[in-house]
């Protein structure tokens, strides 16, 4: 999470901390469910066209209008080309470094003027980011074979050309689920072996260097991946979840790979953003002939064009996991409770009254902590058969082209060092440990490395749950030399964290953090794993208990913000006993339920019914606000907008602009809140353009492009690219290429910058 901390930080967001804009925040639940109370339907609709198709506005301002204060573009960054330029170059220079090698047995880099081909249904129509807010058209996005050209890799047109025959046949996969789908299954798209005329190994010719096979996964907003194949083409087992080889792929595989197939190396290319089972890797049907594989998540629009050099070895791979890749998912706790695990007609788990279901959805919590890496490396400490049999790479895994030796260096805390055993006290939570690693290039290319800090506290049985390993700290190497010379061979890196990040959350004490007593220890590694493997160990010793409640940052107290659902979880995984606590699938007893839960979860059980909630209060108007808006006349002692700018939240100031506006001005502005906020001339707030969405100033609502306001923007890789850089600084670059496109704005329109962003997140895969 630390890597996404500073994307847009640069981002041009004029009215920062405004309650205002925060209400408009979930802008678009607003525009589903607000509007259709509080405005007309023509106003909704009016808005929602010039949101599509663009109209006059003026430009946004910051500051006090008589000393009129801008947000300025980047050196050599001058109108909306140059920041496009700009823009597309940083997302390529994020998959250089994001782009994981997993696997790599002689296969890569190619060699000079090596000829490959190309399989995979999916090599034709790659996934270029999700679906919903996060899509974008790809029509102009680089392409597998464009990045192969440009990287002087020659390719198998022929083989190419069959695969676009097919796609133009209808073949291939399926459109994308819309969002709020529930599906049943869905197909990769793969082509069965009968489509190939005398075998996928007939269309090699002389393209043979390397197979590079490609295995696509889609993903999106508003409906979860399937965790069941039912009526689904290329399976013919309909338990097989989505994220695992259907036939058609397993096919295709072993004919690369039997016995006299003329291919040299087969390399994988992993063009899906969440984990997939990778147990097949090392299947003996593959005849162990998978001796390569990249995975390179989805890459935006430029991003592809890093994979023809990562292949040709102009660019070393430096990217780590962000994910464990587990072998089997059933393995996973989580996996009982979610999705349509508990059958019910394959509609997930849907509550029923009386006999019918509803359409309210349910998730048991039941896994605790125990998600991601957390589980496997708790579950597997001390069972390397368990660890062994079901990880394929753990999270933080990536190879390079090179290798590297680290050294341990200085351990410090707050700047005086300390030695191992070091013992702690209450009087250091707010102290930083740095901890210095040298790292030294021995192989023979240039290349990064990512050093990784993990800190293990001690467990007690009855006590806070708590994962072996987590992740405190992490930092990556400038580019270390070999093949260049005036490139250092090695570098020094400092992680760093506060004592008080290795306590554990206990909401059975109200809500506090402890620090059991006992052994502190400091694993510097490659991965999640290193700890039993080749970590770099450094122990802390904590005499005594330690409890806190308060926070850190704000001195507010800590609380258990969740106690009222508490008591509806009967267990959680604990690493005590595992069998007896690790989930299982709900039953019919807890499918079955009365009408007043369901009740109990409808919008009015929260918010209260039309503008109740809000009678009486200082903004409500007993005017309808159905009626036709007028703007309210004040007083030029009034609060403006421009007066509030770099206040704090909850400076009083805000109180008093608010209550400035009545019930149906703050209805029209949440109600015609889909991508942009309305102007309010009484407070000085002028019109905003607020694109989507979490791969950049994409609008997906974009319907004529010539008139639209969101045109000519980075298409930006996904999020788990990003954090698979492990690159604080190359994130921030992004922020900063984001904050100069959003100046740049309706260039050709009405000037105006975009100043908000439904912006990128951070996702539990």
């Not at 133009?168 to 399926?174: E, L, N, V």
């Amino acid at each position: 999470m630390d890597i996404l901390k500073k994307i847009g930080k640069a981002i041009a967001f004029p009215f920062k901390h405004n309650k205002a804009f925060v209400i408009t925040a979930c802008a678009l639940l607003a525009f589903f469910i607000t509007a259709s109370i509080v405005i007309t339907r023509v106003v909704l609709i009016n808005n929602t066209f010039n949101t599509l198709f663009g109209e006059e506005r003026r430009v946004l301002k910051s500051g006090d209008p008589s000393t009129a204060q801008y947000y300025k573009m980047s050196d050599g960054i001058t109108d909306k080309k140059s920041a496009l330029a700009n823009a597309n170059a940083v997302n390529e220079k994020i998959c250089e470094e994001g782009f994981v090698l997993l696997k790599n047995e002689g296969a890569l880099p190619l060699k000079a003027g090596a000829k490959v081909s190309v399989y995979g249904m999916n090599s034709v129509d790659m996934v270029y980011g999700g679906s919903g807010s996060a899509a974008k058209d790809s029509a102009d996005s680089v392409d597998l074979y464009k990045s192969l050209t440009n990287a002087g890799i020659s390719y198998n047109t022929a083989l190419k050309s069959f695969y676009d025959g097919k796609k133009s046949s209808g073949k291939g996969r399926p459109k994308s689920p819309s969002m709020g789908d529930i599906v049943n299954g869905f197909a990769t798209g793969e082509l069965a072996q009968s489509e190939y005329s005398g075998g996928a190994n007939a269309y090699a010719g002389e393209f043979i260097d390397a197979a590079l096979v490609v295995i696509s996964r889609i993903g999106g907003e508003g409906y979860d991946l399937p965790t069941t194949s039912v009526n689904t083409a290329g399976r013919s087992n309909a338990q097989e979840h989505y994220l695992e080889l259907d036939d058609n792929e397993k096919a295709l595989l072993s004919e690369l790979c039997k016995s006299g197939s003329p291919f040299k190396n087969v390399v994988l290319i992993i063009n899906c953003a969440t984990s997939m089972e990778l147990g097949f890797m090392n299947a003996p049907e593959y005849n162990g002939k998978i001796n390569g594989a990249l995975w390179i998540g989805t890459t935006g629009g430029t991003g592809m064009n890093a994979l023809g050099k990562i292949l040709n070895g102009s660019v070393n791979p430096s990217g780590r996991l962000v994910d464990t890749y587990a072998a089997d998912f059933t393995v996973i706790p989580a996996y009982y409770n979610f999705g349509t695990n508990s059958g019910n007609g394959g509609a997930g788990n849907r509550y029923n009254v009386n006999g019918t279901a509803q359409d309210a959805y349910f998730v048991d919590y039941e896994e605790g902590i125990y998600v991601g890496y957390r589980y496997f490396e708790t579950r597997g400490y001390g069972d390397a058969d368990w660890y062994n049999s079901n990880v394929v790479f753990p999270f933080g895994y990536g190879k390079s082209y090179t290798d590297f030796e680290w050294s341990l260096g200085k351990v410090t805390l707050d700047g005086i060092e300390i030695s191992d055993g070091h013992e702690f006290t209450a009087d250091d939570l707010d102290k930083t440990v740095e901890v210095e690693v040298t790292v030294k290039n021995v192989g023979a290319y240039d290349g990064k490395d990512v050093v990784q800090l993990y800190f293990s506290a001690p467990y007690f049985e009855g006590s806070v749950e708590k994962s072996h390993v987590v992740l405190g700290a992490f930092a990556k190497t400038n580019i270390i030399g070999k093949q260049t010379p005036t490139k250092t061979e090695e570098d020094k890196v400092t992680l760093e964290f506060k004592v008080r990040d290795m306590a554990s959350y206990d909401y059975t004490d109200g809500g506090c953090y402890v620090l059991d007593e006992g052994d502190y220890s400091l694993y510097i590694g490659k991965n999640a794993h290193s700890w039993a493997e080749d970590g770099l160990k450094f122990t802390l010793n904590n005499q005594s208990k330690i409890t806190f409640d308060s926070d850190s940052a704000t001195g507010n107290k800590v609380e258990n913000r969740f106690a009222d659902v508490s008591s509806h979880i009967e267990r959680y995984l604990s690493r005590s006993d595992w069998e007896n606590t690790f989930p299982t699938a709900p039953t019919e007893d807890d499918l079955n339920v009365e009408q007043g839960l369901i009740d109990s979860m409808s919008m009015e059980a929260y918010v209260g019914k039309g503008t109740q909630t809000d009678i009486g209060k200082p903004w409500y108007s007993a005017r309808s606000p159905r009626q036709k808006r007028k703007q309210q006349t004040y007083k030029t002692t009034e609060v403006k907008l421009y007066r509030l700018i770099g206040k704090d939240y909850n400076d009083p100031l805000w109180d008093k602009l608010l209550n400035q506006l009545t019930y149906s001005e703050m209805a029209y502005l949440i109600g015609t809140g889909n991508f942009n906020t309305a102007a309010m001339k009484n407070i000085d707030k002028p019109k905003t353009t607020d694109p989507d969405g979490p791969a950049g100033f994409t609008n997906f609502m974009t319907v004529i492009k010539s008139t639209a306001v969101v045109y000519d923007t980075c298409f930006y890789a996904s999020e788990c690219v990003i954090g698979a850089t492990y690159n604080v600084e190359l994130a921030e670059r992004m922020g900063e290429a984001a904050g100069n496109e959003s100046l740049a704005g309706n260039e050709r329109g009405d000037g105006r910058t975009y100043s908000g962003w439904y912006a990128p997140a951070v996702n539990i895969h």
